[in-house]
């Protein structure tokens, strides 16, 4: 059975940093594309970065490009998100998903109907 599990949340002041880890299990990664998704109280869930399976190909969301990297250690099974210069705006509960789907080696996907598997999710909580 396969879970997603994210850590790294938590309550920081406007402009911190805070680092997110994914660890799967059940399956190994090393082959799709991952993603982080977040979805703030009374508001869809939205794209947020992706990752090919190497790692040579990301895409990010634009109200956090510039601030986000995500990265990924197929040895360890894991994905992350580190987050710069955090905004208020950027409250949410933020989640990473996996992708069964391959179109390429260096396919990422934005949209949340490519990702099978989803973890439960981890609290960001940014104050002014």
């Known amino acids: 059975q396969v879970q997603l599990v994210e850590s790294g949340g938590g309550l920081v002041q406007a402009g911190a940093t805070l680092r997110l880890s994914c660890a799967c299990s059940?399956?190994?990664?090393?082959?799709?594309?991952m993603g982080w998704f977040r979805q703030a109280p009374g508001k869809e869930r939205e794209f947020v970065a992706t990752?090919?399976?190497?790692?040579?190909?990301?895409d990010y969301a634009d109200s956090v490009k510039g601030r986000f990297t995500i990265s990924r250690d197929n040895a360890k099974n894991t994905v992350y998100l580190e987050m710069n210069t955090l905004k208020p705006e950027d409250t949410a509960v933020y989640y990473c998903?996996?992708?069964?789907?391959?179109?390429?080696?260096?396919?990422?996907?934005?949209?949340?109907?490519?990702?099978?598997?989803w973890g439960q999710g981890t609290q960001v909580t940014v104050s002014s």
């Open positions: 998903a996996l992708s069964l789907k391959y179109d390429g080696n260096y396919y990422t996907a934005r949209s949340l109907s490519e990702y099978t598997y």
């Open positions: 059940g399956r190994t990664i090393a082959s799709f594309a």
């Open positions: 990752i090919n399976w190497s790692g040579a190909s990301t």
